[in-house]
């Protein structure tokens, strides 16, 4: 089984299927977002748990991190248990933001995204095999367990987000290297996260 990365294959391709979501609602749900990237695939929804992390306008609202936190450690750890499609609870999936600020978020990261996608490669690919997704899935339920006091040490949420985005894409395109480079700024963080906490 390998439902890590099954939908998307691109950070322009992840933004494309969100861009299509139904626009008549004035709010943007987490529902809404998950039927839209695929709820086999998780890849894609480890890149936009860390997206919204970082994004100005949305990872900025109050409890947001924490929220994304439960998201990656449900699906992380029904990875781990063998789940072939992930369940989320419905006050979860019910979430939701503004719509002006999703679109202005998927603006900000459309500007970047095919000069990122153009640096993504299939290396170390025996790194998104069946042992490199399981270990990345564990080190994301780990990001997720400390992301909620994160929020209270300056900087340290937005570097789990980079490091879910990081871990998303290299699932995504396949790239160990990327995976790779997830897995460093998850030890840089815990560091730093330490040295607050001491």
């Known amino acids: 089984m ?20 139904e626009r008549e609602d004035p709010k943007v749900s987490v529902d809404d977002i998950v039927e839209a990237v695929g709820r086999r695939s998780f890849g894609p929804l480890l890149l936009v748990a860390g997206l919204i992390t970082l994004a100005p306008v949305i990872g900025d609202i109050p409890g947001m991190p924490t929220l994304m936190a439960v998201l990656v450690l449900l699906v992380s750890g029904q990875l781990l248990a063998g789940r072939k499609t992930f369940w989320l609870p419905q006050w979860l999936l019910r979430r939701s933001v503004s719509r002006k600020g999703f679109d202005k978020a998927l603006r900000w990261f459309k500007k970047p995204a095919k000069w990122i996608d153009g640096l993504l490669g299939v290396r170390l690919a025996w790194m998104t095999g069946y042992v490199g997704i399981r270990a990345t899935a564990l080190a994301c339920l780990l990001v997720a367990v400390a992301m909620p006091p994160m929020e209270f040490i300056p900087f340290t949420a937005n570097g789990a987000g980079l490091a879910l985005t990081l871990f998303g894409l290299g699932l995504v395109a396949r790239d160990g290297l990327v995976l790779a480079l997830g897995f460093l700024l998850t030890a840089v963080t815990f560091a730093v996260v330490l040295i607050n906490l001491l």
């Not at 390998?2 to 979501?21: G, K, P, V």
Request: hydrophobic content about 40%; aromatic content about 0%; charged content about 25%.
């Open 2 to 21: 390998n439902n890590a990365n099954d939908d998307a294959s691109s950070l322009t391709d992840l933004i494309d299927a969100m861009e299509q979501m």
